[in-house]
């Protein structure tokens, strides 16, 4: 079965530095696989550079589209939703607006109630906020809109940039609860930057090690947590 | 600055001396009135780079101090008959405390309050001269020719005003640079880059932002004074707000931020009109507009800066730059790429 | 009503006429930076351009609402036009250089208009009927009025537009955060356009309201644009509303003060909404309406 993400020999970086270097990866459909590695070692640029945010060399295929050309909105036209570090909530509209936000590309316009509504079932917080400015919503209110923001859009894949930062643990577990909700009913595909590394290998299927823009390690995540290198180095095992 | 380059540039600038000393003798009276015109914008510019250079507030009301230091000079000096170093004092010093009145509100204002207040000034300005009609000569303004070259230089009076007027923006250049290059100018570069830094660096940026204020309405009055010096009359005309866009056009084109480039706008707002052939204030607004927009595009940094730019890379003599990638492939180019504005 | 009532009446209908003015252009001013977050400087100059299509059409023989229509298509574009080729270059640079460009806009806008047109002063006719309405012994003018009345009807348009169109929520989103915007599959560069678009728009009828008044030439609103900047700046600069309330307010107390107040007089009514401004932004920084900002070091 072709992938759903194919990456070969992916350059990219920002201005007049390359962050990485040659890397090769693919999705298949219905997976969700968990990016780690050290600070620096390239795993946001990794979303950035599929979301068009950075400059990019090499070949990113998504559903056979080449999108080295795209420009990010292009790219979130074609069925891929990035959910960025620091949420990029906008702040000045409400809640619902946000989501609706979401949902503004899409031509099915009615089923977005529909899906309004599942949003809100995933997230009863943001239901019981839904007229709030969002500007105001705690830093855990403001990751689930960032999230059901991009489900509004029904994408085929899903980005999602350190969803746990600067959250407290019952908020993660949170968190990730909502995603493997979402892989359970959604068959969602998900590419995942995470420091919680355990919740990150407990959800995911598989995984990749970034260092220095390379892959060093992939593998099943069972097989990942089980490996040495990973428990000494994350799990301080 | 490394010694070669820092001789090359005092024999350029002592050059530049000699030519302008030996200029007038051999020139029309016209030229020389043209160049003692661009002396006197070249302090006004400088005046508002100032605050605007390198305070970063927007000032729009350059004109209205540069109108109020020719009143001073033609009431003060043709009117009340006060001697011309007087007169030029108060030329200086009124507008100054004018300004720093002024600034007294303006430092509270951010960016968009600020520009509006100092839009209001030439506004203002141009209704109280206009209405004080007996002191200011009202709309028809006030002929005030001020400039008489002593017997004993033997000189023309076009070329004794050129040496007076050159004299004295070289001097307030110079005091300039002085103040830029000091304390003052590193103060105001760390409140324009960061003011919350900077206070918390214990410059306080209202006193610092007042003084660019009051330095800047200063300069505008002693090119008030100039103008008036050099012309032989005052007007209304003199304070309209126009004045302070196209003074504010031609700084940012000299080169914001910038001594150098204060000169330059002198020479640009001075020249570009008669370059282009033309009286016509309708062509000439348009050519500023049109030479604004193009240096904004090509050279945001002014001519100035481009100019040391090409010098620092004919002076550059390593091979290479840094490591850098090639070509962006079909990224868009040169953008502060951590996340670029999709360009449609 | 006393001889002295009705005359504040009647100023105070005027001050909301010239208010409105003010504040169809303070609406521009706004629209264009709470899209790209610039203040345009130009905005009048762009209105007067308008004008002088919407009079040309005129005397090419239309009616003058057809003429005051076809102006405003004609602006749709034209700030369009100008966002895409002038300002996207400068909207990520300081605020200075974005303001700066605007001022060469504004000259080069400004020549090309005395090129085109010429600078004479030209009669531009009248969008309302002559005459007055009584009531209660007070009179005030159709066109006032009606000048009030077109502005309300605007701010309702665009209140509906904007909170409940799904464009008025993209242009809203795009105005927030473009960069997440974008990630959300919205064509920013189309939709600042947009906003540009309708801000120029306005700024067409704000151009041909005045303009029978005023006279058209190229610096017909140069005074204006100072009044509309300070019922912007005075409203907050990011609320529709509260540039539009603070433009009446500026209208009417210019009114009253130039008429009562002798040391203001007519000449100097510039200084009121100048005074207003300052004191409010002093005790009020963030304006009327406006949010307090928090600078994160």
């Known amino acids: 079965m072709p992938s759903l993400l194919e990456v070969a020999g992916l350059d990219a970086g920002y201005q007049r530095s390359q962050v990485l270097h040659g890397l090769d990866f693919d999705l298949a459909e219905g997976t969700v696989t968990a990016l780690l590695g050290a600070n620096g070692a390239g795993k946001t640029t990794t979303l950035r550079a599929i979301s068009g945010m950075a400059w990019r060399r090499g070949t990113i295929r998504f559903d056979g589209r080449d999108l080295t050309r795209s420009r990010p909105d292009q790219v979130a036209r074609l069925g891929i939703a990035h959910v960025p570090q620091g949420r990029g909530t906008l702040s000045r509209l409400s809640t619902a607006e946000n989501l609706m936000v979401g949902a503004l590309r899409r031509r099915d316009r009615s089923l977005i109630n529909g899906d309004l509504q599942r949003c809100y079932d995933l997230f009863p917080r943001l239901a019981q906020r839904r007229r709030a400015v969002a500007g105001s919503l705690s830093g855990g209110e403001q990751q689930m809109l960032a999230i059901g923001r991009a489900i509004m859009s029904r994408p085929r894949l899903l980005l999602l940039d350190e969803p746990s930062l600067g959250l407290a643990p019952h908020l993660i577990q949170e968190v990730f609860r909502v995603l493997a909700a979402l892989r359970a009913e959604w068959g969602l595909t998900m590419l995942l930057v995470e420091q919680s590394v355990v919740a990150a290998l407990d959800l995911a299927d598989g995984a990749l090690v970034l260092e220095t823009g390379r892959v060093a390690l992939r593998g099943t995540a069972t097989e990942l947590a089980a490996m040495d290198e990973i428990r000494s180095a994350y799990l301080g095992t | ?77 043709a009117r009340a008959g006060w001697p011309l170093p007087a007169s030029f004092l108060l030329a200086c010093v009124l507008p100054a405390a004018v300004g720093l009145l002024v600034a007294i509100p303006a430092v509270r204002l951010r960016g968009h309050g600020l520009a509006i207040f100092t839009l209001a000034l030439p506004l203002i300005g141009v209704a109280l001269a206009k209405r004080f009609n007996g002191l200011t000569g009202g709309t028809e303004g006030r002929v005030a020719q001020i ?83 050099t012309i032989g009359f005052v007007s209304p005309v003199e304070m309209e707000f126009l004045l302070s866009i196209n003074l504010l056009a031609m700084m940012i084109v000299g080169g914001m931020g910038s001594v150098l480039g204060s000169l330059l706008g002198g020479v640009l707002y001075v020249y570009v009109p008669i370059v282009a052939g033309t009286v016509d204030p309708v062509r000439t607004t348009l050519l500023y507009g049109a030479i604004l927009l193009l240096v904004l595009f090509t050279a945001p940094g002014g001519i100035a800066r481009a100019l040391r730019r090409t010098g620092d890379r004919l002076g550059d003599s390593r091979a290479g730059r840094g490591p850098g990638p090639p070509g962006p492939g079909a990224a868009p180019r040169a953008e502060p790429a951590a996340s670029p504005l999709p360009r449609t | 009503m006393e001889g002295a009532a009705v005359r504040a009446v009647q100023q105070i209908v005027d001050g909301l006429a010239t208010g409105s003015i003010y504040g169809a252009l303070a609406l521009a001013l706004v629209l264009a930076h ?14 007067v351009v308008s004008t002088f299509v919407a009079w040309s059409l005129t005397r090419g023989g239309l009616g003058v609402i057809v003429a005051v229509a076809g102006a405003i298509a004609f602006s749709l574009v034209f700030g369009a036009a100008v966002e895409r080729l002038v300002m996207r270059r400068f909207e990520r640079e300081t605020p200075l250089i974005a303001v700066v460009a605007t001022v060469g806009l504004l000259l080069l806008l400004n020549g090309l208009s005395s090129l085109i047109w010429g600078y004479d002063l030209k009669a531009f006719p009248p969008v309302f009927s002559g005459g007055t309405l009584r009531a209660g012994g007070a009179a005030v003018s159709v066109t006032a009025l009606g000048t009030f009345l077109v502005l309300v009807a605007v701010v309702l ?70 009044y509309a900047l300070a019922a912007a700046v005075l409203g907050g600069f990011d609320s529709p509303l509260g540039a539009v309330v603070a433009a009446w307010i500026i209208g009417v107390s210019e009114n009253l003060a130039a008429t009562y107040i002798d040391l203001i007089g007519n000449d100097l009514r510039i200084s009121v909404p100048l005074l207003l401004t300052v004191l409010v932004l002093l005790l009020r920084p963030q304006g009327l309406f406006g949010r307090r900002e928090v600078v994160r070091v």
């Open chain 2, 1 to 77: 600055m490394n010694h070669p380059r820092r001789r090359l540039r005092l024999a350029a600038l002592a050059a530049g001396i000699v030519v302008l000393a030996i200029l007038p003798l051999n020139s029309t009276a016209y030229t020389n009135y043209q160049i003692a015109l661009v002396a006197t914008y070249a302090v006004a510019i400088l005046g508002l780079n100032l605050v605007s250079g390198y305070a970063g507030q927007i000032s729009l009301g350059q004109s209205a101090f540069f109108g109020l230091g020719g009143y001073c000079a033609a009431i003060a000096t």
């Open chain 2, 147 to 229: 400039a008489r070259a002593p017997a004993w230089t033997g000189l023309d009076t076009d070329q004794w005003t050129y040496y007076v007027v050159l004299a004295i923006a070289g001097a307030l250049f110079l005091l300039a640079r002085n103040m830029v290059t000091g304390r003052l100018g590193r103060a105001l570069a760390t409140i324009r880059e960061n003011e919350v830094v900077a206070v918390s660096m214990g410059i306080s940026a209202r006193r610092y932002k007042g003084l660019a204020f009051s330095l800047a309405a200063g300069y505008g009055g002693a090119a008030g004074w100039l103008y008036v010096y």
């Open chain 3, 34 to 47: 709470r899209a790209t977050g610039v203040v345009n400087f130009a905005q009048g100059q762009m209105a």
């Open chain 3, 157 to 226: 348009v665009l209140y509906v537009l904007m909170m409940r169109t799904r464009l008025g929520l993209a242009l809203r989103a795009v105005a927030d955060n473009p960069d997440s915007s974008a990630l959300s599959g919205l064509p920013v560069g189309n939709l600042l356009m947009v906003g540009w678009g309708l801000a120029a728009g306005l700024g067409a009828i704000a151009g041909c309201l005045v303009a029978p008044k005023l006279y058209l030439d190229p610096n017909m609103l140069a005074g204006v644009l100072v």
